[in-house]
């Protein structure tokens, strides 16, 4: 398997609060991803990394933020969590962004906002 | 971006050979066509990616038209192991953030 890590993989929060989720890998790959998965909707991208301080928007930008300052390490900021942030969220990793290489996905952090 | 269409749900029994089609008529010259797997509270997995024709590996095989506009993922004599939610990607290339844009999947369901 990729070496792909996420933490917190539970984490209960209240509205309002700043919550960081945490992507680490070990396997020196250029692209990350964050995604976030609901019931009825799949997999949606939030933001992604093409290389250190290089980020963009993906589908669900609003009310997210992310980081990456190491080529290790991916993190997801929501500065004000609400109820509707509560999903199972998903790291993803690749070497390249053309379609014909594999993606690696984290295991997921479930996050319930109260 | 070559949006897909795919079954929501399927059924079938163990043993049998499990067809899922994946519509994307907008599928640009470039783009590879993927199949992700993803089990209850785990996170997608690769399964099969082509361009054209037939791909097979050790788990699926993928036939694609020579118009492309369409591609069928076949799981041959299924177990209860292969429930789950299965994903057809067509990216647009150029673009990271189009690169791994999934749509609902379609979510088998195998019986004993």
């Known amino acids: 398997d990729a070496g792909i890590t996420q933490s917190p993989r539970h984490k209960v929060t209240e509205t309002g609060t700043p919550v960081t989720l945490r992507c680490h890998q070990t396997e020196n790959h250029r692209y990350m991803y964050w995604y976030r998965q609901d019931p009825g909707h799949g997999l949606r991208l939030i933001h992604y990394?093409?290389?250190?301080?290089?980020?963009d928007k993906g589908e669900v930008s609003d009310g997210y933020s992310v980081s990456r300052s190491k080529t290790e390490d991916f993190l997801l900021t929501l500065e004000s969590a609400t109820s509707s942030q509560t999903s199972v969220y998903f790291c993803?990793?690749?070497?390249?962004?053309?379609?014909?290489?594999?993606?690696?996905f984290g295991q997921g952090t479930r996050l319930t906002v109260v | 971006l070559a949006k897909t269409t795919q079954p929501i749900s399927m059924d079938s029994y163990e043993g049998q050979e499990v067809n899922i089609t994946c519509s994307h008529n907008?599928?640009?010259?470039?783009?590879?066509i993927t199949w992700y797997q993803q089990f209850p509270s785990q996170g997608p997995r690769f399964i099969i990616q082509g361009y054209k024709t037939k791909v097979t590996n050790e788990v699926a095989s993928l036939f694609i038209p020579a118009d492309r506009k369409s591609s069928t993922l076949s799981l041959p004599r299924v177990s209860l192991s292969d429930t789950a939610v299965y994903y057809c990607l067509v990216g647009e290339g150029g673009n990271a953030g189009n690169m791994l844009t999934f749509g609902g999947g379609t979510r088998l369901m195998v019986k004993p």
């Open positions: 993803a990793i690749s070497e390249s962004w053309q379609m014909n290489t594999e993606a690696f």
């Open positions: 907008n599928i640009a010259t470039n783009d590879y």
């Open positions: 990394s093409y290389g250190v301080k290089d980020t």
